[in-house]
């Protein structure tokens, strides 16, 4: 063999070598089953507002304030309403007063937050949950190679996506909902009631209809 034949030999044989290894690190990074990679993501921020207390309740001036801020933050479903630093009877009372007015009630834990709290500040934390899919839409793999199976990056963006952003409480993607334990027997049985107790649509017999 020539050494011009033994150079094109190398070559042929260095290039089989690398495209093998580039299959070989695009086979180990596919996604070969049927599960979308692009899944939501759930981020959790903190809101604080620190209130004086005065004993074991929290004095009108700081009730305002406190409203004033819900307002400010459109306290809605969904957010979480914590107590750290003083808490007491009263003090939980007045301020669960205040968020009852949207439909929440107090967490029993409250997140860490920075700081430390001097006797007699009650620290309100609000915690909001955001949910999205990183990385979507994702148009970057829109050509597969003759022969693959894979399921791209951009699979499940769409409907992912619209399902973390219509979702009413983030949380619900981490854990689901979870009840109260409590059930009301006179609201749980209305429905049976009303449809055992319903006339029969064809009681009253055919009517009669004229085709003159």
């Not at 009631?193 to 209809?209: D, F, N, Q």
Request: glycine fraction near 12%; charged fraction near 15%.
């Amino acid at each position: 063999m020539t050494n011009r034949n033994c150079s094109v030999f190398a070559l042929a044989i260095a290039s089989t070598l690398a495209l093998g290894a580039c299959t070989h690190g695009t086979e180990a990074t596919a996604n070969r089953s049927l599960y979308s990679t692009a899944q939501p993501v759930v981020e959790h921020r903190n809101f604080t507002l620190d209130l004086a207390t005065a004993g074991d309740s929290v004095p009108i001036s700081e009730q305002r304030r406190l409203f004033a801020w819900f307002e400010t933050m459109n306290l809605a479903y969904g957010d979480r309403v914590a107590l750290d630093g003083e808490t007491g009877g009263g003090i939980e009372d007045d301020i669960g007063a205040i968020a009852g007015r949207y439909g929440l009630l107090l967490s029993e834990t409250a997140p860490v937050t920075e700081g430390q709290l001097r006797p007699g500040i009650t620290r309100v934390v609000v915690t909001r949950s955001k949910a999205y899919v990183p990385n979507c839409p994702d148009w970057g793999s829109r050509f597969a190679a003759p022969g693959s199976t894979e399921t791209k990056a951009g699979y499940g963006c769409g409907v992912n996506g619209t399902l973390a952003a219509m979702i009413a409480d983030p949380e619900h993607l981490l854990h689901g909902a979870t009840g109260t334990g409590e059930t009301v027997v006179m609201s749980s049985t209305k429905a049976i009631e009303s449809y055992r107790s319903a006339v029969p649509t064809g009681k009253a017999g055919l009517p009669a209809i004229s085709t003159k």
